[in-house]
């Protein structure tokens, strides 16, 4: 729009805000150019718009207006300077973004920082928490609500240390001139008003009439005319096409359907492909909802009855008929918004405006504020809406105190009605406006007063009413399985009001922040919180099933998630109780009468005698009524009632005020009931009296000792317990917890007397195991004393008690340690802290987790029935305690630890121990015990009696210590005998197993008693000292007697022993003999069989050493199926080695990125065009090496036969498992060759055949007397003269020869124009001496594999065969050979080649010896690899050999070749030259005689041949060294370099020539001084692949020196040289060798030819290593969270993952990002793999932590990340949230895998390990 368009708009504008016609002018102007500039078109989910245009007609003049300026850029740079600095940072958080949080400073876990914020606070040295943000929040750097301490960065820190300046909305409207003020007034809420009524309307309600298309509204009253708008270049009137689009069929986004569920309707509905429907899917999940079909009415009414009728399970897609017209408007309004927050983000006096525009009535909304009105047509709203409605409310009201808590009370009073809607809702809880509950109720000055102004009460009573609704006819909550599933997930959703309580409670108020409205709201809320928990008191109750077993499991798990939810929110209600006496007693006074009221119907009491003492006890037994787990009004009563009593408070429950202690003894009975009842239910199903009713109740029950729940449950049980034990008769306490348990006849004398039971064995046993639970919970009650106010402990005490106990069970890691560890101990901030007190913390290596190990001072603390063990935790401990007592030589006693004291107020629970009742039980126990009575005595009782006189034993220390004497333990406990009963039982043959223990009680009282006389040392140190003394000299005479005959027994046998071995040693000395060395990983033995070393060894060549050869003629192999055993013969059965084939990516140099952005630009790929993308030709395999076949094995061998009928039957076996599963998923797959190996499972696919080496013990090239050796010279000038040819377009053959020669059209003219080179005498004088070499070189005249079968069997033949057939399939994505021949061999060599270089690169990698390093899997796999390649030609016919030959050596010698062999790898091109040499044409006949039926096989065997291609090759790499040095020398030439006299002058001129040729021009090339020393360490990689590849196929070992570690290409090279029988200088090789100096010379020539410059990779190459990672974690996430590499720019549950191999960053496991591959749909990582990796990927998923690794598209697995914490454990999905750095050992590992290719192995194991990855579709990664 130009100035003069703006001018008369800005005028208009003006006008009609003077008129008082604003808002009419602005909906009008709307009304007329929204739907010309949002038009539909033929692609509904593409509306033609652009943002550009929009803003400049109908949002730019606007702002102009509100400014009174014409001027477009940095028009509210004056307004922002006059802010106030608020030293807020209000950072809004991206998706994925990384946050932190300060465990030692920040008020609560939602308090967090921006990593800017963080990086400059001093939060960073302290211990924080990192996440992932979902999106949404702010960063709360400089908020003093939200920080204990340092609230501020030193960014954000407010001048000379005040606090931030406290900014209202008044304040910042005062800094707005009022003409801005009073036109913000007028265009603010109007621009509100239209996006409100434009955003709620829904199907079936219309437009207003002022925003009617311009045909039906008044032209008149808009702000432009047509004159004008037609100047506007980007004004464009609807088209005729554009006009029959009248309505539009919305599908809106839900999340009950899935992704496919969404495709596959519309592919139906809309006659759609997949790629469009998931385009339409994709948006309506990231915006809530797209266009799906513009047209008539009745078109559009077709597309939606069919989409609902389609999606009708669970429920239909919701779809919607609106006028288009209605649509660009909602689209435009959605944009209107997102203006509004921008201009929000303008200054503070505009968002003050908008709060005041939001918090004001409008006429469209009645008499609701505007913000009021759009909370509560949230959920009429689709997601983008929502979104940016949210962004606006956050974006405004959280900046100004005011208007946050004004904001606040609205949202709170709107709750319920918010809630019931979120319940109704079909979207997640982050797209709901509840969801804003975290921003407000956190602040703590917030919920201070939403109590205040009893609003807290009006959200909780939401909840409440909820309850109200599934309440069965007893008032309790019910979760019968008659329920609907939509009333269940309603219940669900529900729950959220729980979280968002929880907020409010986060912040204790401290004592002078208590005001009479906050006590009076938080007693109200605490009252609605009541509510709920009597409503949850004695659900999901159970009774006793004795007849039969339960019909069907009852659903437990709904009053466990209710139970789980509510569990944190009593601990808060218990801390704001417990932080004012006042609002303590009064809710110790509800809770009291609501625990007495949940027992009015016990009506019935009875009287029960134990030991004389009468008590009355309430009449109920837990084996026979209902019973239920949850009780969560007593157990709250119990943390308050321990709060109270050392307060001295007084309470009021009924009507008569009294002392809390005298009020709790008042109803101790009654409050200890339900507490007691549940312990006595877990002693009995322990007893197996519940087994009957299902696991339902065992599950309850494991959970109610489980550290998630046993806080709020088992923990509080007991509490109550003591609580009652402190204000009762002790007798009366035990009378009541004996009858409870059923035991009152058990504890009278006279029960061993009275008759059986009809179930008398049952009956016994469930009774003796009801006594031991009851002596169990006796010494719970008056042991365990670690809670605050119950015993003289601090929280610290219990945590490291907790610790202790747990690091008694074993050494654990971090994470095992906080796994174990309720959530609030192991969200303490204080943990780190303890555990370093009490544990060491010990790494075995850098690779490997840490873990602790308790301190030994700290092991005397260790009590042996600690009540959070379970029996497995028991069992454990105690095992690990003896080990732990035995290594260290200490008597294997665990007597029961001091405990710490009782307050003042829970002391008189020690006189349990001194009643009557208890020293009758302890005295009856220990004489059944003495007498052995079966019925009435266990060994479990006997420990734990003694365990309790232990206790009792170190409470009357601690009294005659203190000089108390109320406590008289001691005195009745001799009065009754029962020490002298002790030494009884000390003494007989039966104590032996608790006879230490004994002597420990035993000892302590003989210390107590002397103490009373002379008062000596402290008796803890007695104790300790008791348990490695033995005061009975003849026990212990008795026991050194066993010892000493043991020994001499033992002594004896292995004597005897020791004559049977050397005896059998003597009668089988020759069998011993022969017996081979076992196979072990040691590659000394297994490449080196021989004695002694052998020195100066040469592999090639005339002169090789073929006297020393390894033939493997007298080793034994076995079958590992079969175990028949034989040497490797030819003739006999043949072996195959299991093995895997990949295609691999490994060393590739290739650029990554290019054939990314290359083949996802396709519409579609396949695999197989992929494959041979990639692989190229494998003839001429590139030095960028892009892919290549890599063959691996785990060395297992089998015969043939035997490996062909194991796999038959392993296919037989899935094909049944795949019908009878349905499925095919699994971690093999059989369709694609896949198995395991029989004896080891590892992953295969092939087999190969193994073969004794080609080499022979005879030299054979000499036959008949001369050495018919050719020269190098001679062997040189006969190739280049057979096929250094000029061109001659002219040249013609017969039809016969054409048809002979080939159809490949550069083998087609190869082929002529050798023929032509049998016709020039010179050239043929040449060719016929090598000519006639050939025609008498036995090996070059092959073996006739067909009719030959006396050499070589059949069985070998089709080994061969089909392990080519294997490569070819597999590296191809081919199922058969039969139309490429001659790409199948050309891939077997390069399999070979291939995974030679890898292994030698590994070596080099580990810094491993070259041939005395191999693993066993390696060295049978290359000794079976190559020596299988040697034997291809067997499988072909020789016109493929032939054709390759000639290929091959044509660009090796013909400079006219299209190929140029300078940019080929030359170890690849080296082995394709070896294997197909023999196969040459060396006469015009050969080109025809060699073609018959029979295949052939001439056998590379390391001749002199052999050695003249290495020399060639050699020299040729050579070359390419050179290419890779000249351009550092060409572009960064060294002037001052030295120009030393050169041992090798040749090849420094050589070097010269090279760079001219290159750079094509005369300058001074200045050659580099250490020319040599560079050339010997750049080609020492291929001299090491050339030694291994003929170790292995002659056989010929290599020196010492070779087998040496730690050797660099300056120490072995010259060692390879002379093994490989290379020459040390250039020079002397091409002074006498003239044909090989004119090929170098013609190489070089070569090198400036048409498109030949380019510049080769590096070499050598560099190790294959992982794209670099940072070194902190958040960094990482921090770059995925900027660039997450989605498609969609929006989306916000972007799931990013990087390729640890180029450290590309991708779009994991979303629908968004999609790409076809094979006529399937995959996920981004699934694609790239196939590109980059060729089918196997290893990715880091970003806000998982966690590495995926894929192997094709069917099959993935998850491993640790290599990012860990200090304690060196990976944190999956973040949720301990410690900082995490880069451990080098754990990416060291993934990258052994990656380079050892064991990522599919690895990949497969997991699957097999666990069942559950297979039901991932791997595919959608």
Same mark, same amino acid.
């Given at each position: 729009?130009?100035?003069?368009? =703006?001018?008369?708009?800005?005028?208009?504008?003006?006008?009609?805000?003077?008129?008082?016609?604003?808002?009419?002018?602005?909906?009008?102007?709307?009304?007329?150019?929204?739907?010309?500039?949002?038009?539909?078109?033929?692609?509904?989910?593409?509306?033609?718009?652009?943002?550009?245009?929009?803003? #400049?007609?109908?949002?730019?003049?606007?702002?102009?207006?509100?400014?009174?300026?014409?001027?477009?850029?940095?028009?509210?740079?004056?307004?922002?300077?006059?802010? %106030?600095?608020? @030293?807020?940072?209000?950072?809004?958080?991206?998706?994925?973004?990384?946050?932190?949080?300060?465990?030692?400073?920040?008020?609560?876990?939602?308090?967090?920082?921006?990593?800017?914020?963080?990086?400059?606070?001093?939060?960073?040295?302290?211990?924080?928490?990192?996440?992932?943000?979902?999106?949404?929040?702010?960063?709360?750097?400089?908020?003093?609500?939200?920080?204990?301490?340092?609230?501020?960065?030193?960014?954000?820190?407010?001048?000379?240390?005040?606090?931030?300046?406290?900014?209202?909305?008044?304040?910042?409207?005062?800094?707005?001139?009022?003409?801005?003020?009073?036109?913000?007034?007028?265009?603010?809420?109007?621009?509100?008003?239209?996006?409100?009524?434009?955003?709620?309307?829904?199907?079936?309600?219309?437009?207003?009439?002022?925003?009617?298309?311009?045909?039906?509204?008044?032209?008149?009253?808009?702000?432009?005319?047509?004159?004008?708008?037609?100047?506007?270049?980007?004004?464009?009137?609807?088209?005729?096409?554009?006009?029959?689009?009248?309505?539009?069929?919305?599908?809106?986004?839900?999340?009950?359907?899935?992704?496919?569920?969404?495709?596959?309707?519309?592919?139906?509905?809309?006659?759609?492909?997949?790629?469009?429907?998931?385009?339409?899917?994709?948006?309506?999940?990231?915006?809530?909802?797209?266009?799906?079909?513009?047209?008539?009415?009745?078109?559009?009414? =077709?597309?939606?009855?069919?989409?609902?009728?389609?999606?009708?399970?669970?429920?239909?897609?919701?779809?919607?008929?609106?006028?288009?017209?209605?649509?660009?408007?909602?689209?435009?309004?959605?944009?209107?918004?997102?203006?509004?927050?921008?201009?929000?983000?303008?200054?503070?006096? $505009?968002?003050?405006?908008?709060?005041?525009?939001?918090?004001?009535?409008?006429?469209?909304?009645?008499?609701?504020?505007?913000?009021?009105?759009?909370?509560?047509? &949230?959920?009429?709203?689709?997601?983008?809406?929502?979104?940016?409605?949210?962004?606006?409310?956050?974006?405004?009201?959280?900046?100004?105190?005011?208007?946050? %808590?004004?904001?606040?009370?609205?949202?709170?009073?709107?709750?319920?009605?918010?809630?019931?809607?979120?319940?109704?809702?079909? !979207?997640?809880?982050?797209?709901?406006?509840?969801?804003?509950?975290?921003?407000?109720?956190?602040?703590?000055?917030?919920?201070?007063?939403?109590?205040?102004?009893?609003?807290?009460?009006?959200?909780?009573?939401?909840?409440?009413?909820?309850?109200?609704?599934?309440?069965?006819?007893?008032?309790?909550?019910?979760?019968?399985?008659?329920?609907?599933?939509?009333?269940?997930?309603?219940?669900?959703?529900?729950?959220?009001?729980?979280?968002?309580?929880?907020?409010?409670?986060?912040?204790?108020?401290?004592?002078?922040?208590?005001?009479?409205?906050?006590?009076?709201?938080?007693?109200?809320?605490?009252?609605?919180?009541?509510?709920?928990?009597?409503?949850?008191?004695?659900?999901?109750?159970?009774?006793?099933?004795?007849?039969?077993?339960?019909?069907?499991?009852?659903?437990?798990?709904?009053?466990?998630?209710?139970?789980?939810?509510?569990?944190?929110?009593?601990?808060?209600?218990?801390?704001?109780?417990?932080?004012?006496?006042?609002?303590?007693?009064?809710?110790?006074?509800?809770?009291?009468?609501?625990?007495?009221?949940?027992?009015?119907?016990?009506?019935?009491?009875?009287?029960?005698?134990? #030991?004389?003492?009468?008590?009355?006890?309430?009449?109920?037994?837990?084996?026979?009524?209902?019973?239920?787990? !949850?009780?969560?009004?007593?157990?709250?009563?119990?943390?308050?009632?321990?709060?109270?009593?050392?307060?001295?408070?007084?309470?009021?429950?009924?009507?008569?005020?009294?002392?809390?202690?005298?009020?709790?003894?008042?109803?101790?009975?009654?409050?200890?009931? $339900?507490?007691?009842?549940?312990?006595?239910?877990?002693?009995?199903?322990?007893?197996?009296?519940?087994?009957?009713?299902?696991?339902?109740?065992?599950?309850?029950?494991?959970?109610?000792?489980?550290?998630?729940?046993?806080?709020?449950?088992?923990?509080?049980?007991?509490?109550?317990?003591?609580?009652?034990?402190?204000?009762?008769?002790?007798?009366?306490?035990?009378?009541?917890?004996?009858?409870?348990?059923?035991?009152?006849?058990?504890?009278?004398?006279?029960?061993?007397?009275?008759?059986?039971?009809?179930?008398?064995?049952?009956?016994?046993?469930?009774?003796?195991?009801?006594?031991?639970?009851?002596?169990?919970?006796?010494?719970?009650?008056?042991?365990?004393?670690?809670?605050?106010?119950?015993?003289?402990?601090?929280?610290?005490?219990?945590?490291?008690?907790?610790?202790?106990?747990?690091?008694?069970?074993?050494?654990?890691?971090?994470?095992?340690?906080?796994?174990?560890?309720?959530?609030?101990?192991?969200?303490?901030?204080?943990?780190?802290?303890?555990?370093? &007190?009490? #544990?060491? @913390?010990?790494?075995?290596?850098?690779?490997?987790?840490?873990?602790?190990?308790?301190?030994?001072?700290?092991?005397? !603390?260790?009590?042996?029935?600690?009540?959070?063990?379970?029996?497995?935790?028991?069992?454990?401990?105690?095992?690990?305690?003896?080990?732990?007592?035995?290594?260290?030589?200490?008597?294997?006693?665990?007597?029961?630890?001091?405990?710490?004291?009782?307050?003042?107020?829970?002391?008189?629970?020690?006189?349990?121990?001194?009643?009557?009742?208890?020293?009758?039980?302890?005295?009856?126990?220990?004489?059944?015990?003495?007498?052995?009575?079966?019925?009435?005595?266990?060994?479990?009782?006997?420990?734990?009696?003694?365990?309790?006189?232990?206790?009792?034993?170190?409470?009357?220390?601690?009294?005659?210590?203190?000089?108390?004497?109320?406590?008289?333990?001691?005195?009745?406990?001799?009065?009754?005998?029962?020490?002298?009963?002790?030494?009884?039982?000390?003494?007989?043959?039966?104590?032996?197993?608790?006879?230490?223990? %004994?002597?420990?009680?035993?000892?302590?009282?003989?210390?107590?008693?002397?103490?009373?006389?002379?008062?000596?040392?402290?008796?803890?140190?007695?104790?300790?000292?008791?348990?490695?003394?033995?005061?009975?000299?003849?026990?212990?005479?008795?026991?050194?007697?066993?010892?000493?005959?043991?020994?001499?027994?033992?002594?004896?046998?292995?004597?005897?022993?020791?004559?049977?071995?050397?005896?059998?040693?003597?009668?089988?000395?020759?069998?011993?003999?022969?017996?081979?060395?076992?196979? *072990?990983?040691?590659?000394?033995?297994?490449?080196?069989?021989?004695?002694?070393?052998?020195?100066?060894?040469?592999?090639?060549?005339?002169?090789?050493?073929?006297?020393?050869?390894?033939?493997?003629?007298?080793?034994?192999?076995?079958?590992?199926?079969?175990?028949?055993?034989?040497?490797?013969?030819?003739?006999?059965?043949?072996?195959?080695?299991?093995?895997?084939?990949?295609?691999?990516?490994?060393?590739?140099?290739?650029?990554?990125?290019?054939?990314?952005?290359?083949?996802?630009?396709?519409?579609?790929?396949?695999?197989?065009?992929?494959?041979?993308?990639?692989?190229?030709?494998?003839? @001429?395999?590139?030095?960028?090496?892009?892919?290549?076949?890599?063959?691996?094995?785990?060395?297992?061998?089998?015969?043939?036969?035997?490996?062909?009928?194991? $796999?038959?039957?392993?296919?037989?076996?899935?094909? =049944?498992?795949?019908?009878?599963?349905?499925?095919?998923?699994?971690?093999? *797959?059989?369709?694609?060759?896949?198995?395991?190996?029989?004896?080891?499972?590892?992953?295969?696919?092939?087999? %190969?055949?193994?073969?004794?080496?080609?080499?022979?013990?005879?030299?054979?090239?000499?036959?008949?007397?001369?050495?018919?050796?050719?020269?190098?010279?001679?062997?040189?000038?006969?190739?280049?003269?057979?096929?250094?040819?000029?061109?001659?377009?002219?040249?013609?053959?017969?039809?016969?020869?054409?048809?002979?020669?080939?159809?490949?059209?550069?083998?087609?003219?190869?082929?002529?124009?050798?023929?032509?080179?049998?016709?020039?005498?010179?050239?043929?004088?040449?060719?016929?001496?090598?000519? &006639?070499?050939?025609?008498?070189?036995?090996?070059?005249?092959?073996?006739?594999?067909?009719?030959?079968? *006396?050499?070589?069997?059949?069985?070998?033949?089709?080994?061969?065969?089909?392990?080519?057939?294997?490569?070819?399939?597999?590296?191809?994505?081919?199922?058969?050979?039969?139309?490429?021949?001659?790409?199948?061999?050309?891939?077997?060599?390069?399999?070979?080649?291939?995974?030679?270089?890898?292994?030698?690169?590994?070596?080099?990698?580990?810094?491993?010896?070259?041939?005395?390093?191999?693993?066993?899997?390696?060295?049978?796999?290359?000794?079976?690899?190559?020596?299988?390649?040697?034997?291809?030609?067997?499988?072909?016919?020789?016109?493929?050999?032939?054709?390759?030959?000639?290929?091959?050596?044509?660009?090796?010698?013909?400079?006219?070749?299209?190929?140029?062999?300078?940019?080929?790898?030359?170890?690849?091109?080296?082995?394709?030259?070896?294997?197909?040499?023999?196969?040459?044409?060396?006469?015009?006949?050969?080109?025809?005689?060699?073609?018959?039926?029979?295949?052939?096989?001439?056998?590379?065997?390391?001749?002199?041949?052999?050695?003249?291609?290495?020399?060639?090759?050699?020299?040729?790499?050579?070359?390419?060294?050179?290419?890779?040095?000249?351009?550092?020398?060409?572009?960064?030439?060294?002037?001052?370099?030295?120009?030393?006299?050169?041992?090798?002058?040749?090849?420094?001129?050589?070097?010269?020539?090279?760079?001219?040729?290159?750079?094509?021009?005369?300058?001074?090339?200045?050659?580099?001084?250490?020319?040599?020393?560079?050339?010997?360490?750049?080609?020492?990689?291929?001299?090491?692949?050339?030694?291994? $590849?003929?170790?292995?196929?002659?056989?010929?070992?290599?020196?010492?020196?070779?087998?040496?570690?730690?050797?660099?290409?300056?120490?072995?090279?010259?060692?390879?040289?002379?093994?490989?029988?290379?020459?040390?200088?250039?020079?002397?090789?091409?002074?006498?060798?003239?044909?090989?100096?004119?090929?170098?010379?013609?190489?070089?020539?070569?090198?400036?030819?048409?498109?030949?410059?380019?510049?080769?990779?590096?070499?050598?190459?560099?190790?294959?290593?992982?794209?670099?990672?940072?070194?902190?974690?958040?960094?990482?996430?921090?770059?995925?969270?900027?660039?997450?590499?989605?498609?969609?720019?929006?989306?916000?549950?972007?799931?990013?993952?990087?390729?640890?191999?180029?450290?590309?960053?991708?779009?994991?496991?979303?629908?968004?990002?999609?790409?076809?591959?094979?006529?399937?749909?995959?996920?981004?990582?699934?694609?790239?793999?196939?590109?980059?990796?060729?089918?196997?990927?290893?990715?880091?998923?970003?806000?998982?932590?966690?590495?995926?690794?894929?192997?094709?598209?069917?099959?993935?697995?998850?491993?640790?990340?290599?990012?860990?914490?200090?304690?060196?454990?990976?944190?999956? @999905?973040?949720?301990?949230?410690?900082?995490?750095?880069?451990?080098?050992? =754990?990416?060291?590992?993934?990258?052994?895998?990656?380079?050892?290719?064991?990522?599919?192995?690895?990949?497969?194991?997991?699957?097999?390990?666990?069942?559950?990855?297979?039901?991932?579709?791997?595919?959608?990664?």
């Amino acid at each position: 729009m130009d100035a003069k368009a =703006r001018a008369s708009l800005l005028q208009a504008i003006q006008k009609a805000y003077e008129e008082d016609k604003l808002e009419e002018k602005i909906r009008a102007h709307w009304a007329a150019h929204v739907p010309s500039l949002i038009t539909p078109g033929p692609q509904p989910i593409k509306l033609q718009y652009d943002d550009d245009q929009l803003s #400049a007609l109908l949002l730019e003049p606007l702002e102009a207006f509100i400014m009174g300026t014409l001027e477009v850029d940095n028009k509210f740079d004056a307004l922002k300077k006059n802010d %106030i600095p608020t @030293f807020l940072c209000n950072r809004s958080f991206r998706a994925g973004e990384p946050t932190y949080s300060c465990r030692d400073c920040a008020v609560d876990a939602t308090c967090v920082l921006c990593i800017e914020c963080f990086k400059q606070s001093t939060h960073k040295n302290h211990r924080y928490k990192i996440s992932s943000s979902s999106g949404g929040g702010y960063c709360d750097c400089g908020d003093p609500e939200a920080w204990k301490k340092d609230c501020a960065c030193s960014q954000h820190e407010p001048p000379d240390g005040a606090g931030p300046p406290s900014i209202d909305v008044d304040d910042a409207k005062k800094r707005l001139p009022r003409d801005i003020v009073r036109r913000c007034h007028a265009v603010i809420p109007c621009a509100l008003s239209y996006a409100y009524q434009l955003l709620c309307l829904r199907d079936g309600e219309g437009l207003s009439d002022d925003l009617l298309s311009p045909k039906r509204s008044d032209k008149k009253l808009c702000f432009c005319n047509d004159a004008v708008i037609s100047r506007w270049a980007f004004y464009r009137a609807k088209s005729e096409e554009e006009e029959g689009y009248e309505f539009a069929t919305v599908l809106y986004n839900d999340e009950t359907h899935t992704y496919e569920q969404v495709i596959s309707t519309l592919c139906r509905t809309l006659e759609c492909n997949h790629e469009e429907a998931l385009e339409y899917a994709t948006v309506v999940d990231h915006e809530g909802r797209s266009p799906v079909k513009f047209g008539s009415y009745a078109d559009c009414e =077709r597309v939606k009855n069919f989409i609902e009728r389609n999606s009708r399970r669970p429920q239909p897609l919701r779809v919607d008929i609106i006028p288009t017209l209605m649509y660009a408007h909602q689209v435009f309004a959605l944009k209107v918004m997102n203006w509004i927050q921008k201009l929000a983000d303008s200054c503070e006096g $505009f968002k003050a405006l908008i709060c005041e525009a939001c918090l004001q009535a409008v006429p469209i909304t009645g008499e609701m504020p505007l913000v009021s009105a759009l909370l509560l047509k &949230d959920v009429r709203l689709w997601k983008a809406a929502r979104g940016a409605c949210h962004a606006l409310f956050m974006a405004t009201f959280l900046t100004f105190n005011d208007a946050k %808590i004004e904001f606040s009370r609205l949202f709170a009073r709107l709750y319920p009605q918010l809630m019931t809607a979120f319940i109704s809702d079909d !979207h997640e809880h982050s797209d709901s406006c509840t969801s804003l509950s975290v921003q407000l109720f956190t602040v703590p000055s917030v919920a201070r007063t939403l109590f205040a102004d009893k609003l807290v009460e009006v959200i909780i009573k939401s909840f409440v009413l909820i309850c109200q609704s599934r309440r069965n006819d007893l008032g309790r909550l019910s979760f019968d399985r008659t329920t609907q599933p939509g009333n269940s997930t309603q219940f669900k959703r529900a729950l959220y009001t729980l979280y968002d309580t929880r907020y409010l409670l986060n912040t204790v108020p401290t004592p002078d922040l208590w005001t009479p409205g906050l006590r009076k709201g938080f007693i109200g809320a605490f009252e609605q919180f009541l509510q709920i928990m009597i409503m949850m008191e004695g659900m999901d109750f159970h009774t006793r099933r004795t007849q039969s077993h339960i019909e069907y499991e009852t659903d437990w798990e709904p009053a466990f998630n209710v139970q789980l939810r509510m569990g944190p929110l009593i601990d808060m209600l218990q801390s704001w109780c417990a932080s004012d006496d006042k609002v303590l007693a009064t809710c110790i006074e509800k809770l009291t009468v609501a625990a007495i009221d949940a027992l009015s119907a016990v009506e019935k009491w009875e009287k029960k005698e134990v #030991a004389g003492v009468i008590c009355e006890c309430i009449e109920y037994d837990v084996g026979s009524q209902a019973i239920s787990i !949850h009780h969560p009004v007593v157990r709250m009563l119990a943390g308050l009632v321990t709060s109270g009593l050392s307060r001295s408070l007084t309470v009021q429950p009924f009507n008569t005020r009294q002392a809390l202690g005298d009020c709790v003894n008042s109803y101790a009975r009654e409050l200890m009931e $339900f507490p007691l009842r549940t312990l006595v239910l877990v002693a009995q199903a322990s007893a197996g009296m519940w087994r009957r009713n299902g696991y339902a109740l065992a599950n309850q029950i494991f959970f109610y000792q489980q550290p998630r729940c046993r806080e709020e449950m088992l923990d509080k049980d007991v509490l109550m317990m003591q609580a009652c034990a402190a204000v009762m008769k002790a007798d009366e306490f035990l009378i009541n917890i004996i009858n409870k348990f059923g035991l009152v006849h058990w504890a009278d004398e006279t029960f061993d007397a009275t008759p059986l039971r009809t179930d008398g064995d049952d009956s016994i046993r469930q009774t003796l195991y009801l006594a031991e639970e009851f002596f169990y919970c006796l010494m719970v009650f008056i042991g365990e004393r670690y809670y605050p106010g119950l015993g003289k402990v601090t929280e610290d005490d219990c945590l490291k008690n907790e610790i202790i106990h747990q690091l008694s069970i074993q050494n654990m890691s971090y994470s095992e340690l906080v796994k174990n560890l309720p959530e609030q101990e192991a969200k303490a901030s204080t943990l780190d802290d303890v555990v370093r &007190d009490v #544990a060491v @913390f010990k790494r075995p290596s850098a690779a490997s987790k840490g873990y602790f190990e308790l301190k030994p001072e700290f092991t005397s !603390h260790y009590n042996m029935f600690f009540y959070h063990y379970s029996r497995i935790e028991h069992s454990k401990a105690e095992d690990t305690q003896r080990k732990r007592k035995k290594k260290d030589g200490e008597e294997p006693v665990f007597p029961p630890p001091c405990p710490p004291e009782f307050t003042d107020a829970f002391r008189n629970v020690i006189h349990v121990m001194d009643c009557d009742v208890f020293i009758h039980l302890m005295n009856l126990t220990l004489r059944r015990a003495l007498s052995h009575h079966p019925r009435s005595f266990s060994e479990g009782q006997l420990v734990r009696v003694l365990f309790l006189i232990g206790y009792a034993l170190h409470e009357e220390k601690r009294a005659r210590d203190q000089q108390k004497t109320d406590y008289k333990f001691m005195d009745k406990a001799v009065d009754v005998g029962i020490f002298a009963t002790l030494r009884e039982l000390r003494n007989q043959k039966e104590s032996e197993a608790y006879r230490a223990l %004994i002597e420990w009680i035993l000892q302590f009282y003989e210390t107590l008693t002397k103490v009373e006389e002379d008062k000596p040392a402290e008796p803890m140190d007695v104790a300790e000292n008791v348990v490695s003394t033995t005061p009975e000299p003849a026990a212990s005479d008795d026991i050194e007697e066993r010892r000493r005959r043991a020994a001499a027994r033992r002594d004896r046998i292995m004597q005897q022993m020791k004559q049977a071995q050397s005896s059998f040693a003597i009668q089988n000395v020759g069998e011993l003999q022969e017996i081979a060395l076992p196979d *072990d990983h040691s590659a000394k033995a297994a490449v080196t069989p021989t004695a002694a070393p052998v020195e100066s060894l040469l592999v090639l060549g005339a002169e090789r050493n073929v006297q020393r050869a390894d033939l493997d003629l007298e080793e034994k192999l076995t079958c590992i199926l079969c175990s028949e055993s034989h040497v490797v013969n030819l003739t006999a059965d043949a072996f195959v080695a299991v093995a895997y084939v990949q295609r691999s990516t490994v060393l590739s140099q290739a650029d990554r990125k290019h054939l990314m952005d290359e083949f996802m630009d396709m519409p579609a790929v396949t695999v197989k065009d992929l494959c041979q993308k990639l692989m190229g030709n494998p003839l @001429f395999m590139p030095d960028t090496m892009p892919c290549a076949p890599h063959v691996s094995s785990c060395g297992h061998l089998l015969h043939a036969k035997c490996w062909k009928t194991y $796999f038959e039957s392993v296919v037989a076996r899935e094909r =049944r498992r795949s019908i009878r599963l349905r499925t095919n998923a699994g971690s093999f *797959d059989v369709t694609k060759n896949e198995f395991r190996c029989p004896l080891c499972s590892r992953l295969c696919n092939a087999a %190969i055949p193994l073969f004794p080496p080609v080499g022979q013990k005879e030299n054979m090239d000499v036959v008949g007397g001369p050495l018919l050796v050719p020269s190098l010279n001679t062997f040189t000038a006969a190739l280049a003269a057979l096929l250094v040819v000029q061109h001659k377009p002219g040249i013609r053959v017969a039809s016969e020869d054409e048809a002979l020669i080939g159809t490949l059209d550069d083998a087609y003219q190869q082929a002529l124009a050798i023929r032509v080179n049998f016709k020039d005498p010179a050239k043929a004088a040449s060719i016929a001496k090598i000519r &006639d070499i050939v025609a008498v070189t036995e090996r070059l005249q092959g073996i006739d594999v067909k009719n030959s079968t *006396d050499v070589v069997s059949d069985a070998h033949v089709e080994a061969v065969r089909t392990f080519q057939n294997q490569v070819f399939q597999m590296s191809m994505n081919a199922s058969s050979p039969a139309q490429s021949e001659e790409l199948c061999i050309s891939l077997n060599w390069a399999a070979c080649s291939y995974s030679v270089q890898t292994i030698e690169m590994c070596l080099r990698y580990e810094n491993k010896s070259l041939l005395g390093s191999f693993s066993s899997r390696q060295y049978l796999c290359l000794k079976c690899l190559t020596r299988a390649s040697c034997w291809s030609s067997s499988a072909y016919e020789t016109k493929v050999l032939t054709e390759h030959a000639v290929k091959l050596f044509s660009a090796l010698f013909n400079p006219l070749s299209s190929r140029n062999v300078l940019d080929m790898d030359a170890f690849s091109l080296l082995i394709n030259c070896t294997h197909a040499f023999p196969w040459l044409p060396w006469s015009e006949e050969g080109f025809t005689a060699p073609y018959v039926d029979a295949p052939v096989c001439r056998l590379p065997v390391g001749d002199s041949f052999d050695h003249h291609l290495l020399v060639i090759v050699y020299l040729l790499h050579i070359l390419q060294v050179f290419k890779s040095v000249s351009y550092d020398i060409v572009e960064r030439s060294d002037s001052d370099a030295s120009h030393s006299s050169s041992k090798d002058p040749t090849l420094r001129k050589l070097y010269a020539a090279f760079v001219h040729r290159l750079s094509g021009s005369d300058v001074t090339v200045q050659v580099p001084p250490n020319l040599e020393r560079i050339i010997q360490e750049r080609t020492w990689p291929f001299l090491r692949c050339c030694a291994i $590849f003929y170790h292995f196929i002659t056989g010929i070992p290599a020196s010492e020196a070779l087998k040496a570690e730690g050797q660099t290409s300056e120490s072995e090279s010259a060692d390879l040289m002379a093994y490989l029988g290379l020459p040390n200088s250039v020079t002397v090789l091409l002074d006498e060798n003239p044909a090989l100096n004119d090929l170098v010379h013609r190489w070089i020539f070569n090198v400036g030819g048409p498109g030949r410059s380019g510049k080769i990779s590096s070499l050598p190459h560099p190790f294959p290593s992982f794209a670099p990672l940072p070194h902190d974690y958040t960094d990482v996430i921090n770059r995925a969270s900027q660039n997450s590499g989605c498609r969609v720019e929006a989306d916000d549950r972007r799931s990013p993952a990087m390729c640890l191999v180029c450290g590309a960053l991708l779009c994991s496991q979303s629908m968004c990002c999609q790409y076809k591959l094979d006529n399937q749909t995959v996920g981004a990582c699934a694609f790239h793999a196939a590109i980059c990796g060729a089918g196997t990927g290893i990715f880091l998923r970003v806000r998982e932590n966690q590495v995926l690794m894929l192997h094709g598209t069917n099959k993935g697995c998850f491993g640790a990340s290599p990012y860990v914490d200090a304690y060196g454990e990976p944190d999956p @999905f973040l949720r301990r949230g410690n900082p995490l750095h880069l451990s080098v050992e =754990r990416l060291e590992q993934l990258h052994r895998h990656y380079m050892h290719h064991d990522v599919a192995d690895e990949v497969s194991h997991a699957m097999d390990q666990n069942g559950t990855l297979a039901g991932f579709d791997w595919f959608h990664f």
